[in-house]
């Protein structure tokens, strides 16, 4: 009897899966493929960072990050001139990185952070890319100060050059 339910059970586990696959298959075939058409965006003088425009379905997703609300604009008018009137614009706008206030920050935080007493770190930020440079008495307090000033507004990213 209970060799009977263990088939039972099986051969419902592979009928079911069998289903599955016979509605996955035709529905992924389906599926709209995509059209890279980022070679076209790029002659067509668009300036936008890490720009990725791809074709599906008849809608332009366009993607990339740019410090210019116009350049974002002209994306989505380059996509209008090559025919699609259906335009996803993804592109960020993200503001300029204001280095010296980065700076006053982050040189304020690890100042007033009691484990990192006796440390001589300095502090340079170009386009939100703070570099700590200097001297610390451990390996944690390399991580102490990286994780410091990590989240201050307008760090895109940190790197340590910090001596031991």
């Known amino acids: 009897m209970l060799f009977f339910m263990v088939?039972?059970?099986?051969?419902?586990?592979?009928s079911v899966?069998?289903?599955?696959?016979?509605?996955?298959?035709?529905?992924?075939?389906?599926?709209p493929a995509s059209q890279d058409l980022t070679p076209q965006f790029v002659t067509a003088g668009v300036t936008v960072q890490d720009l990725r425009a791809?074709?599906?379905?008849?809608?332009?997703?366009?993607?990339?990050r740019t410090t210019d609300p116009a350049a974002a604009q002209q994306a989505a008018t380059v996509a209008a001139t090559l025919g699609y009137a259906r335009v996803a614009n993804l592109i960020q706008v993200v503001e300029v990185a204001d280095d010296?206030?980065?700076?006053?920050?982050?040189?304020?935080?690890?100042?007033?952070?009691?484990?990192?007493?006796?440390?001589?770190?300095?502090?340079?930020?170009?386009n939100g890319v703070l570099r700590l440079t200097g001297k610390v008495s451990s390996e944690l307090q390399k991580d102490m100060a990286a994780s410091v000033?990590?989240?201050?507004?307008?760090?895109?990213?940190?790197?340590?050059?910090?001596?031991r």
């Open 149 to 163: 000033v990590r989240n201050i507004d307008g760090v895109r990213s940190v790197q340590i050059a910090l001596q």
């Open 17 to 31: 899966a069998l289903a599955f696959i016979l509605t996955a298959i035709p529905a992924m075939a389906l599926q």
């Open 54 to 64: 791809v074709e599906v379905g008849g809608i332009v997703v366009l993607r990339g």
């Open 100 to 126: 010296a206030r980065i700076e006053r920050a982050a040189e304020r935080r690890l100042a007033g952070f009691r484990g990192l007493d006796g440390t001589q770190i300095s502090v340079d930020s170009t």
């Open 7 to 14: 088939m039972r059970a099986n051969n419902l586990k592979i």
